[in-house]
Nanobody
């Protein structure tokens, strides 16, 4: 089995900061395209930041200059540093990755269960 587990969400005041972490574990041979998505009520799930297969980093325009995605030092981890948070950043944040499970023949997408980020006074 493969699991993606997010942590670091919570309640923060506007202008504050949070760091989200995602750890992929289980029978993993390889993981690629690790990314963060978010979904607010009534909205579609959107890409916040992620690594393409090429290694290029993609950011949503709304978070450029405020959020930073990075690979963790541990295997199959990814972090999201969020600064200058705004109320419109409020959403459930999901970790996503393409995972080649040990013994499998290809990559398949996996999602974490999500972590709530609420930006409010």
């Amino acid at each position: 089995q493969v699991q993606l587990v997010e942590s670091g969400g919570g309640l923060v005041q506007p202008g504050g900061s949070l760091t989200l972490s995602c750890v992929a574990s289980g029978s993993i041979f390889s993981a690629r395209r690790m990314a963060w998505y978010r979904q607010a009520p009534g909205n579609q799930r959107e890409l916040v930041a992620g690594f393409a297969v090429s290694g290029r980093i993609n950011y949503a325009d709304s978070v450029k200059g405020r959020f930073t995605i990075s690979r963790g030092s541990a295997q199959n981890t990814v972090n999201l540093q969020m600064n200058s948070l705004k109320p419109e950043d409020t959403a459930v944040y999901y970790c996503n990755a393409d995972v080649w499970r040990t013994g499998a023949g290809d990559y398949q997408p996996y999602w974490g269960q999500g972590t709530q980020v609420t930006v409010s006074s």
